[in-house]
């Protein structure tokens, strides 16, 4: 289990050049990777997004690549011929008009904006990509090592909380009995204040009633294997997220069931306490991978 958040750097030179790349996670609903290399470099963008890609399922994802090279660089140098020989024709015009007698001097000419323009000529840059991919793979390694770590304090405060909801709903289990009891009681006790006789199997019949509707026997089936299923999810590998906010969401709406159906104050609070646990495990779910 890995939360979303993280931090990786990793690196690697030769004589002549050094490659760092630095990955940085944070939570995001789904996959989203944002690479930022140098734009010499622009070609190794996918490269470096299938390597991404092969560690991280789900989050932002920001990655910086950043490239040094010490060693000799070729550059070349081109002359605008035309716009010099323009540059010179003015010149000389100039000279004459002012009535100056030294000639235009070269100096002054390619000194002039755009008639020399110089270029680094990249060598081969696919020698740099051995360089990126080791450090951006140091990373990845560097990043998920941090979100395991991450993970797994997460797993342990929502393994506690699911404890926490399971011995609740068996607290609720034990009451859903008295419910019923509860109901045929206060029923009892009215027509008695009133000093009503009603038929017998007509009394039972509406406690029957009573009972079918308030019984949370499926609830309770339904929240053991929501239990059930969330502790077996913790323990598989792989992105697990979404699946647990899908489970905590459908125990959220079963005890929400149980507490309409069992109009019983102690089954009442005994669900606040549990959607309580539950609203503390989902936000704790909302930052795993």
Same mark, same amino acid.
Not at 146 to 169: A, F, N, Q, S, Y
Not at 205 to 228: C, F, P, Q, W
């Given at each position: 289990? /890995? #939360?979303?958040?993280?931090?990786?750097? $990793?690196?690697?030179?030769?004589?002549?050049? /050094?490659?760092?790349?630095?990955?940085?996670?944070? %939570?995001?609903?789904?996959?989203?990777?944002?690479?930022?290399?140098?734009?010499?470099?622009?070609?190794?963008?996918?490269?470096?997004?299938?390597?991404?890609?092969?560690?991280?399922? /789900?989050?932002?994802?920001?990655?910086?690549?950043?490239?040094?090279?010490?060693?000799?660089? %070729?550059?070349?140098?081109?002359?605008?011929?035309?716009?010099?020989?323009?540059?010179?024709?003015?010149?000389?015009?100039?000279?004459?008009?002012?009535?100056?007698?030294?000639?235009?001097?070269?100096?002054?000419?390619?000194?002039?904006?755009?008639?020399?323009?110089?270029?680094?000529?990249?060598?081969?840059?696919?020698?740099?990509?051995?360089?990126?991919?080791?450090?951006?793979?140091?990373?990845? =390694?560097?990043?998920?090592?941090?979100?395991?770590?991450?993970?797994? $304090?997460?797993? $342990?405060?929502?393994?506690?909380?699911?404890?926490?909801?399971?011995?609740?709903?068996?607290?609720?289990?034990? =009451?859903?009995?008295?419910?019923?009891?509860?109901?045929?009681?206060?029923?009892?006790?009215?027509?008695?204040?009133?000093?009503?006789?009603?038929?017998?199997?007509?009394?039972?019949? &509406?406690?029957?009633?009573?009972?079918?509707?308030?019984?949370?026997?499926?609830?309770?089936?339904?929240?053991?294997?929501?239990?059930?299923?969330?502790?077996?999810?913790?323990?598989?590998?792989?992105?697990?997220?979404?699946?647990?906010?899908?489970?905590?969401?459908?125990?959220?709406? =079963?005890?929400?069931?149980?507490? %309409?159906?069992?109009?019983?104050?102690?089954? #009442?609070?005994?669900?606040?306490?549990?959607? $309580?646990?539950? &609203?503390?495990?989902?936000?704790?779910?909302?930052?795993? =991978?």
């Amino acid at each position: 289990m /890995r #939360s979303m958040t993280g931090y990786g750097c $990793g690196g690697a030179a030769t004589p002549d050049s /050094r490659v760092t790349v630095e990955v940085k996670t944070t %939570n995001h609903r789904f996959r989203d990777i944002v690479i930022r290399i140098p734009r010499s470099y622009i070609c190794f963008e996918d490269p470096v997004r299938h390597l991404v890609q092969e560690v991280i399922a /789900r989050g932002r994802v920001e990655v910086h690549v950043a490239i040094e090279e010490s060693g000799s660089k %070729n550059v070349a140098v081109k002359v605008d011929k035309e716009l010099a020989m323009a540059y010179y024709k003015n010149l000389e015009d100039l000279r004459v008009f002012l009535g100056l007698e030294d000639p235009v001097r070269l100096d002054s000419i390619i000194c002039q904006p755009g008639v020399l323009v110089t270029s680094e000529v990249t060598t081969d840059v696919q020698k740099i990509w051995p360089l990126i991919e080791k450090a951006t793979r140091q990373a990845l =390694e560097q990043l998920v090592q941090m979100r395991e770590t991450e993970g797994e $304090g997460l797993k $342990g405060d929502i393994r506690e909380r699911l404890d926490h909801v399971r011995k609740v709903c068996a607290a609720i289990e034990e =009451e859903a009995p008295q419910v019923t009891e509860f109901y045929r009681k206060r029923l009892y006790d009215r027509l008695n204040d009133v000093s009503v006789v009603v038929d017998p199997s007509r009394l039972v019949g &509406e406690i029957t009633l009573y009972a079918e509707r308030s019984d949370i026997t499926e609830e309770l089936v339904r929240l053991k294997g929501h239990l059930a299923r969330t502790e077996e999810t913790l323990n598989a590998d792989g992105p697990v997220g979404r699946q647990l906010d899908f489970l905590f969401q459908e125990m959220f709406r =079963e005890l929400n069931t149980v507490g %309409n159906k069992a109009q019983n104050l102690k089954i #009442s609070q005994l669900v606040v306490e549990a959607k $309580g646990e539950l &609203e503390k495990m989902r936000e704790q779910v909302q930052n795993l =991978e």
